[in-house]
């Protein structure tokens, strides 16, 4: 028998609903679940099974109804069928309950006294979904009213320097550990001997060009002693590998070339080339620096 939603539409539908729960109610973490827990498709494949199943056994017994039916039955059934949608009573009843509609023979009970050069009026009701909706905007109303003007809550504008605030802290908290996002800010200095290492590599095949493999400066300044032209301090050498040196004289740019974690690794093995006084070292240029020390302010 005629359904209102034929089969090929509810099994989708039901099934897609079925699928959508699963991945809800399943932590899968970044990857959806059908993917990481590879039973979930055999479930999945077993839900879609059973649905047409179910379909098939209904569409049967609906046959089956219908064969023991009397020829009056059926001829009924075939007229309920054929009609359209709005001749349909479960319609009708609907129609009746949204809209209050007063059937076109009984229109005259509705008749006002006025006349308008032979124009009517009817003393029709206000559709109920019409005055329920009107019911709702004034509770919304008043919850609004008391929400934002009366208790103070977050409007838009609030909410949204909230936001802008949380993300910056989470971008900032994000750059400490992001090596490709790092900074001259956010850079620390490294100390294992692995990390070192790897800089060593770099900077005798990106840096010894100009300040030899031992770092004691040929054209490019010595990195092995206390005087710095930049700054010395793992920010300024990052800054100075990541920005170049000075306009028309200074090293270039290795932004770009060089990744920020590679440059990290870079600095700390500069850093770790203070104080080893290689043979025939370049002379001083620059102005000593020292490391700042944050100042201690004893409260008695």
């Not at 509770?139 to 609004?144: D, E, I, P, Q, R």
């Not at 929400?147 to 994000?174: C, H, S, T, W």
């Not at 900074?183 to 060009?209: H, M, R, S, Y």
Request: hydrophobic fraction near 45%; proline fraction near 5%; charge should be negative.
């Amino acid at each position: 028998m005629k359904k209102l939603i034929p089969a090929y539409l509810r099994v989708p539908v039901l099934f897609f609903i079925i699928f959508g729960m699963i991945e809800y109610f399943i932590d899968s973490g970044d990857r959806p679940a059908f993917i990481k827990f590879p039973m979930v498709n055999v479930i999945l494949l077993v839900v879609l099974v059973l649905l047409i199943a179910i379909e098939i056994v209904i569409s049967a017994a609906d046959a089956i109804v219908y064969q023991i039916l009397p020829e009056e039955e059926k001829a009924k059934l075939a007229a309920q069928e054929n009609l359209k949608l709005k001749d349909k009573v479960w319609f009708k009843n609907l129609m009746s309950k949204l809209t209050r509609t007063v059937p076109i023979e009984n229109e005259a009970s509705l008749l006002l006294n006025h006349d308008y050069d032979g124009i009517k009026e009817l003393d029709n009701n206000l559709p109920p979904w019409w005055v329920y909706s009107f019911y709702a905007c004034i509770v919304f109303a008043a919850v609004y009213l008391v929400r934002f003007e009366v208790l103070g809550a977050d409007n838009q504008e609030m909410e949204l320097k909230k936001e802008l605030a949380q993300a910056k802290i989470e971008v900032a908290e994000y750059m400490k550990n992001a090596p490709d996002l790092m900074d001259e800010k956010t850079v620390t200095q490294l100390t294992d001997a692995p990390d070192l290492a790897i800089g060593k590599t770099l900077f005798e095949n990106n840096c010894a060009a100009c300040h030899r493999a031992d770092g004691g400066g040929q054209i490019g300044p010595n990195l092995t002693d206390d005087n710095w032209i930049l700054g010395g301090g793992i920010k300024n050498i990052f800054h100075t590998i990541s920005n170049g040196g000075r306009d028309g004289k200074g090293m270039i740019s290795w932004k770009g070339t060089l990744k920020p974690k590679e440059i990290q690794k870079v600095s700390s093995y500069i850093m770790s080339l203070r104080g080893s006084n290689p043979k025939d070292a370049k002379a001083s240029e620059g102005e000593i620096w020292e490391e700042e020390t944050p100042s201690v302010v004893e409260v008695k």
